[in-house]
């Protein structure tokens, strides 16, 4: 299948490394005050385009995060200092695409991270894929004062939402989707035909993943990262499965040093 997909750079987040990595900086008894360290993870969207739909993967941080889209204590904790400076229809246009290509978007879940760009798409007929799940969390949790991640503001506008149920399906064709559920309960990922360069498949896994430290070593990410532990370590169980059986490239959430090699991979 002849299909294509493109990187597009949203800046750079910065966090607790605790929260990626669980127990990353923990205290000793010579050491009972260690440093915190902060991490950079990169936000990106990938635009997968196949030989008959146009399909935009996540749509990053919102451009105002930090002149109030987010609150001041949100920020403080994921600064994302560059959002402005990558708002997604410049990161389109870079890739040679405009927001009037994309044919569908799907959002792997809700998070201020990767759902801050769904405003390009209110008031227009662009189906918006997402897990019936996450839907209900990001409404719930907003509803009770406990967004945390989630900004009502990202999601809440005039979106032809299409939900996802159940485990995963068929999207387009050449194109799969898979819910691993963990890092939020309606969490999906792709499977795309033949998207790598070398002509494997490609699983995107998301945030199931932030780094290869989660996926390839099994490392869970902090607990504040992890709606459920268990649920957690069963998508990585399947996603570890699938990528074994279709021989499938894995693409991580935010980790700095697959996505700065990506460009040459897919």
Known sequence: MDTTVSVLDRGTMRIDLNYPIEGAVTATDSEPNPDAVRADGPVFNLVIDTPEHTLLWDTGSHPEAAEGHWS????????????????LPDALADAGYALADIDAVVQSHLHLDHAGGLHNFAGTDVPVFVHERELKEAYFAAATGREGAYIRGDFDHDLAWEPLYGDGGLLVSGVEWLHLPGHTPGMVGLLVEDGAADGRDLLVVGDLAYSSVNYEEGHPMGRDLLDSRHDWRESLRRARDVEKRRDALVVYGHDPEQVAALPALL
């Not at 001041?72 to 708002?87: G, N, Q, S, V």
Request: charged content about 20%; aromatic content about 12%; hydrophobic content about 40%.
């Open 72 to 87: 001041a204590e949100t920020y403080d904790t994921f600064t994302h200092a560059d959002a402005a400076a990558h708002p």
